[in-house]
């Protein structure tokens, strides 16, 4: 059954500044013309989203396994994390949730900003 | 500095913009100057960018130029927003939200909005929607600009058109909403509800909208030949003179034109915006057009609006004041209170603003703070 | 030509006139005056400073001329004009090196974006520039005219302009403005400073300016590339202390001292990000002047 999957709306190598081992990085919204601190975290979901889009069960997945933690928080508190961040990157323009189709179409049908 | 009675400078380039390739360093030292005091540096620099001769200029200049475009174009961006934000604040409201001025320009697409600077944001609402509308946007962050006492209050309020100003306070965006064009208390009367009948909807913000090309244009008039206080009046001529040109073209807009202004009730406004957008800004129209707006001002009226308007219509600066300058300045300034109410309440209204005037001091921009640029007001 | 050939009642007249030229490179503004004390505080605090030619381009005409307003003028009081238009409440005539000052950095705040300007104090070591972005109030002009006299050439205590293109950072060199305790501070750190008269009862207390060392004005056109981010704090009693801070937050403090970054759009976003990441960003907190001078110079000596 399709799920709705989260994609990246930037390029982010001309709005997106990390630096490795930081807790923050900075994002620059085109749309709005604001700029944002943003945990590093958010970053981190930002970029693989911007290789390929992913539904929410596969960042679940990937926080999981993927990074680095000092103590790797539970399920339901990961989960909690992950929506926090999803809403407010949504917010300031950086990611956005499409409808339950497949990948390419739902990038096809994002609104015009 | 001597007298220039010639259009000035200003003027010259802006409507014939190849001239600028032959001035001098000097020349655009007191053409920026003007450009920046009549609050048309933006519309200039947009000039000389769309002629693609913005590189060619002298190297002093041209950062000037670039300075001014970032500013008015960072703007357009920030009052989308801006708009987009007061349509979710306000989207209760049965509305419809109607932007006037330069906002509704800007996004209805005009070209009366290239190069424009804003201060604030205009919005026109039916009359009955006033108090859910004030009630809604000071629950959300909106206030009052506080300098304003009871007395001031009530102007806003009952002899004007117009809640008192608004500010935003964490984003300090202002805000002036109106319910009528004119002022209830004005001597001719005009028919707001009409207003409200063929709104423009804007592409991407539901529940907000221009008015049609005829009212927009209406408006424009009205607001430059009511108003009393002009700092603004060249560049509100211009945005005449666009909106002129930019809408002439429409097919059957001049009849159009006259008709709506019969049927409102701003045939002396038109009738005055013709008059000096054609002789100070060469502005195209119908010549039989001024002739269908009824019986023209007497004489000696026109006599003296034409010495009013000829002063007060010159950019805000130093060279290019003619003589008569301040008596221009208060005879518009009592003619547009004349307009607006009643005599009895207008002296009072008079006596009370030239005292605080003698006893006010201009005030004072932050200039520790960083933050936006101060530009003029209005 | 410069200010120091012209004479007193010349220059006085001069500036009562048309005004004179002065070239605060990359700025030229024309001065005009009615008050001869400013003529007098002018001479002193731009002595080497280029005379421009009247029939030069003049990016800002400003005033400071006594108030019209008949009760303004009976408590002496002056105006700062810009392009014709007054720009302030009337201040005491007293005060009219400081309104003059103050009102050539709004023109620059307001009108120079060809520059990202960043509310900051910059100096200058080895080719390399310290930039301290900080709101009034952090200790940064103590500090600045501290470094200044020890070694660090000021570039400019209060606006720093960064060219988005080249990456460099330009300074004008003018003078460093001192409040209330830092003024008897910097006058005993640096007996050899030339302060201006102190004005007291200005909006931030009793100011004072100093005009930037010779070699800070003899240096004065060329920028320097940003090495180091830093924010001070002045706590009474601490030690000197730096501490490493993240990027980011250097970043957004930059952004948030910055007169003009948002209207460069994503251009300022990318020239800051470039800034910040050839720079080291550090927290720096202190209390004794010529503790902080020393610890600045064994941290940037290390560094190169």
Same mark, same amino acid.
């Given at each position: 059954m399709p799920v709705p999957v989260w994609h990246c709306r930037q390029p982010i190598q001309d709005v997106l500044l990390t630096w490795e081992g930081e807790q923050h990085a900075v994002f620059f919204d085109p749309v709005s013309g604001d700029t944002h601190l943003i945990a590093a975290l958010g970053a981190q979901l930002a970029e693989w989203l911007a290789v390929a889009p992913m539904d929410r069960d596969q960042l679940l997945h990937r926080l999981t396994h993927d990074v680095d933690w000092d103590e790797l928080p539970s399920p339901d508190a990961l989960a909690e994390l992950l929506n926090s961040h999803l809403h407010r990157l949504a917010d300031i323009h950086l990611l956005a949730e499409s409808p339950a189709t497949t990948p390419v179409e739902a990038l096809a049908e994002e609104p015009s900003a | 500095m001597s007298v220039d009675r010639r259009r000035p400078l200003l003027v010259r380039v802006l409507l014939q913009p190849a001239v600028a390739a032959g001035l001098s360093l000097n020349d655009w030292d007191l053409l920026l100057r003007q450009a920046r005091r009549a609050n048309l540096a933006g519309k200039l620099?947009? #000039?000389?960018?769309?002629?693609?001769? *913005?590189?060619?200029?002298?190297?002093?200049?041209?950062?000037?130029?670039? $300075?001014? &475009? &970032?500013?008015?174009?960072? #703007?357009?961006?920030? /009052?989308?927003?801006?708009?987009?934000?007061?349509?979710?604040? *306000?989207?209760?409201?049965?509305?419809?939200?109607?932007?006037?001025?330069?906002?509704?320009?800007?996004?209805?697409? #005009?070209?009366?909005?290239? %190069?424009?600077?804003?201060?604030?944001?205009?919005?026109?609402?039916?009359?009955?929607q006033l108090p859910r509308c004030e009630t809604t946007l000071l629950v959300h962050g909106w206030a009052f600009d506080d300098e304003l006492d009871a007395y001031d209050q009530r102007y806003y309020r009952e002899w004007m058109h117009e809640l008192p100003?608004?500010?935003?306070?964490?984003?300090?965006? $202002?805000?002036?909403?109106?319910?009528?064009? &004119?002022?209830?208390?004005?001597?001719?009367?005009?028919?707001?509800?009409?207003?409200?009948?063929?709104? !423009?909807?804007l592409p991407g913000l539901p529940g907000v909208f221009v008015l049609p090309p005829e009212d927009m244009l209406l408006?424009?008039?009205?607001?430059?030949?009511?108003?009393?206080? *002009?700092?603004? %009046? *060249?560049?509100?001529?211009?945005?005449?003179?666009? /909106?002129?040109?930019?809408?002439?073209?429409?097919?059957?807009?001049?009849? !159009?034109?006259?008709?709506?202004?019969?049927?409102?009730? /701003?045939?002396?406004?038109?009738?005055?915006?013709?008059?000096?957008?054609? $002789?100070?800004?060469?502005?195209?129209?119908?010549?039989?057009?001024?002739?269908?707006? %009824?019986?023209?001002?007497?004489?000696?009226?026109?006599?003296? /609006?034409?010495?009013?308007?000829?002063?007060?219509?010159?950019?805000?600066?130093?060279?290019?004041?003619?003589?008569?300058?301040?008596?221009?300045?208060?005879?518009?300034y009592v003619r547009s209170h004349w307009l607006r109410m009643p005599f009895g309440l207008l002296a009072l209204h008079l006596a009370r603003k030239s005292w605080s005037r003698m006893t006010a001091a201009p005030k004072a921009p932050q200039v520790d703070a960083p933050g936006k640029p101060a530009g003029d007001r209005g | 030509m410069r200010l120091q050939d012209i004479d007193t009642p010349r220059l006085r007249a001069r500036m009562r006139d048309g005004g004179v030229t002065l070239r605060l490179s990359p700025f030229t503004v024309r001065v005009r005056s009615d008050i001869p004390h400013l003529a007098d505080d002018i001479a002193t605090m731009?002595?080497?400073f280029e005379l421009v030619d009247e029939r030069e381009f003049v990016d800002f005409h400003v005033?400071?001329?006594?108030?019209?307003?008949?009760?303004?003028?009976?408590?002496?009081?002056?105006?700062?004009?810009?392009?014709?238009?007054?720009?302030?409440?009337?201040?005491?005539? =007293?005060?009219?090196?400081?309104?003059?000052?103050?009102?050539?950095?709004?023109?620059?705040?307001?009108?120079?974006?060809?520059?990202?300007l960043i509310h900051s104090a910059v100096l200058e070591r080895g080719g390399r520039a310290l930039v301290m972005p900080a709101p009034p109030g952090s200790g940064k002009s103590t500090l600045c005219a501290a470094l200044a006299h020890r070694g660090w050439r000021l570039l400019s205590d209060e606006l720093g302009l960064l060219d988005l293109r080249t990456g460099l950072i330009h300074g004008m060199a003018r003078p460093i403005n001192l409040k209330n305790a830092s003024i008897p501070v910097i006058k005993s750190f640096a007996p050899e400073a030339v302060f201006s008269a102190s004005m007291p009862n200005t909006s931030k207390g009793t100011v004072a300016l100093v005009r930037a060392p010779q070699d800070a004005i003899d240096a004065r056109l060329t920028p320097a590339r940003p090495a180091w981010v830093v924010l001070p704090s002045w706590r009474a009693d601490?030690?000197?202390?730096?501490?490493?801070?993240?990027?980011?937050?250097?970043?957004?403090?930059?952004?948030?001292? +910055?007169?003009?970054?948002?209207?460069?759009?994503?251009?300022?976003?990318?020239?800051?990000?470039?800034?910040?990441?050839?720079?080291?960003?550090?927290?720096?907190?202190?209390?004794?002047?010529?503790? =902080?001078?020393?610890?600045?110079?064994?941290?940037?000596? +290390?560094?190169?």
């Open positions: - | 620099a947009e #000039q000389m960018d769309a002629g693609g001769w *913005l590189d060619t200029l002298p190297e002093p200049v041209q950062p000037h130029l670039r $300075s001014a &475009l &970032l500013l008015s174009r960072r #703007q357009v961006q920030m /009052l989308r927003r801006e708009v987009d934000l007061l349509r979710q604040t *306000l989207a209760e409201l049965p509305g419809p939200l109607i932007l006037l001025k330069g906002a509704a320009y800007a996004l209805g697409g #005009q070209a009366a909005a290239l %190069g424009r600077l804003f201060s604030d944001i205009d919005l026109l609402i039916p009359s009955e100003p608004l500010h935003h306070e964490r984003r300090g965006t $202002s805000l002036d909403v109106h319910h009528t064009l &004119l002022p209830p208390t004005a001597r001719t009367p005009l028919d707001t509800r009409a207003l409200f009948e063929s709104p !423009r909807p408006h424009s008039a009205a607001h430059l030949f009511h108003e009393g206080e *002009l700092h603004n %009046g *060249l560049r509100d001529l211009f945005d005449l003179d666009a /909106l002129l040109r930019e809408f002439g073209a429409i097919e059957g807009f001049w009849p !159009r034109l006259a008709a709506r202004a019969r049927r409102i009730g /701003l045939t002396r406004p038109l009738w005055l915006a013709l008059r000096y957008t054609r $002789s100070l800004l060469d502005t195209p129209y119908p010549d039989s057009l001024p002739d269908e707006l %009824g019986p023209p001002p007497g004489a000696l009226a026109l006599r003296l /609006l034409d010495f009013s308007y000829a002063r007060a219509l010159r950019p805000d600066h130093d060279s290019c004041r003619l003589p008569g300058h301040e008596l221009a300045e208060g005879a518009l | 731009y002595r080497d005033a400071v001329l006594r108030s019209p307003h008949w009760l303004s003028r009976l408590q002496g009081r002056a105006e700062f004009w810009f392009d014709g238009q007054r720009s302030f409440t009337p201040l005491p005539a =007293a005060q009219a090196l400081a309104m003059l000052e103050w009102g050539i950095n709004w023109c620059i705040a307001a009108h120079a974006h060809q520059y990202l601490a030690p000197a202390r730096l501490t490493p801070i993240e990027r980011a937050r250097a970043f957004m403090d930059l952004a948030e001292q +910055s007169f003009n970054y948002d209207i460069h759009g994503q251009a300022g976003f990318q020239g800051l990000g470039r800034m910040v990441d050839g720079c080291e960003c550090l927290h720096f907190e202190y209390s004794r002047l010529d503790e =902080a001078v020393a610890l600045f110079d064994a941290f940037t000596e +290390s560094a190169s």
